[in-house]
């Protein structure tokens, strides 16, 4: 087995790594700053396509934590990225909020209901039943169904939600057609991140609190693999899964030291 070079390049979660339920997850601040003191190329991702990258760097900076813009990379680029590829110029019936129409839009897609060449479904707190309605007609229609995330549930301070995935698996039913799920597990978003941010597969790490998107999706990309056990999955979770992180940590703050700093002696 050859060994690994060293971590210069860091891929990170969201939720449940750097913060939870809004609040900034004990050693993250520190953590972030490592990585800027020690000029590491990083990278947050989320698959969350409700919000912009602006809108999550305020969100974030509310917590506490100083994320530049160009650093947070949403299941909504990565969505915008795999259709610009495919069919640029194209057009989508969506559901979702600004962070996935706003993505559209700067890829120059025209949002319609009218013979749309995809219907794209993304993370929203309000699901409309007319809007699923069109989206499992025009489907019906021909147009090619994406989502953003297989997410089933999402987070919040009343509990979980149903999420992208369990409203897929709804039209899914209605349509019998399955969606192509861009987002996190799929390793093509991990390319489009490393690509982002210009690391290599052998030299970076992913740090995740979920074994089914965060994990396997670094694993199949050939990345180090980290779980924090301040998201999701306990540590008797880990056991189910026919895979295995390569490190797991309790939190964030026991990272802060794998982060190299340069060494000005010779720099």
């Known amino acids: 087995m050859t060994e690994r070079k060293p971590i210069n390049c860091w891929l990170t979660d969201m939720d449940g790594v750097l913060v939870h339920e809004g609040q900034p ?19 947050v ?6 919000y912009t990258p602006r809108d999550l760097h ?12 160009e650093s947070i990379y949403t299941s ?7 259709l610009n590829d495919q ?3 194209g057009s989508a019936y969506v559901l979702g909020e600004a962070g996935l129409t706003t993505a559209l839009h700067q890829i120059g897609y025209v949002l319609t209901d009218l013979d ?19 989206a499992i007609r025009l489907i019906d229609k021909g147009a090619r169904f994406i989502a953003t995330n297989p997410d089933p549930i999402g987070p919040s301070n009343e509990g979980s939600l149903p999420a992208t995935g369990a409203v897929a698996a709804l039209i899914t039913k209605a349509t019998g057609v399955e969606p192509y799920f861009v987002g996190k597990p799929n390793p093509l978003m991990m390319r489009n991140a490393l690509n982002t941010v210009g690391g290599h597969s052998e030299e970076t790490a992913m740090i995740g609190d979920r074994m089914d998107t965060d ?7 050939g990345l180090y693999t980290i779980l924090v056990l301040t998201g999701v999955t306990s540590q008797g979770e880990i056991e189910r899964y026919p895979f295995r992180p390569q490190r797991v940590a309790d939190s964030i703050a026991d990272l802060v030291d794998m982060v190299d700093l340069p060494d000005l002696a010779t720099g």
């Not at 991702?45 to 409700?50: K, R």
């Not at 909504?76 to 795999?82: H, K, R, S, V, W």
């Not at 479904?121 to 039943?129: H, I, K, N, V």
């Open 76 to 82: 909504a680029l990565a969505t915008a990225q795999f």
């Open 58 to 69: 305020v969100r974030l900076r509310n917590a506490g934590l100083d994320v530049p813009i």
């Open 215 to 221: 994990v396997v999706s670094g694993m199949e990309a």
């Open 116 to 134: 749309p060449d995809y219907v794209v479904l993304g993370e929203t707190r309000t699901y409309s039943f007319t809007a699923i309605t069109t």
């Open 87 to 89: 069919r640029p110029g």
């Open 45 to 50: 991702l989320t698959n969350n396509s409700i």
């Open 25 to 43: 997850v004990p050693g993250a601040k520190e953590f972030l700053s490592r990585l800027k003191e020690a000029g590491k190329p990083f990278l």
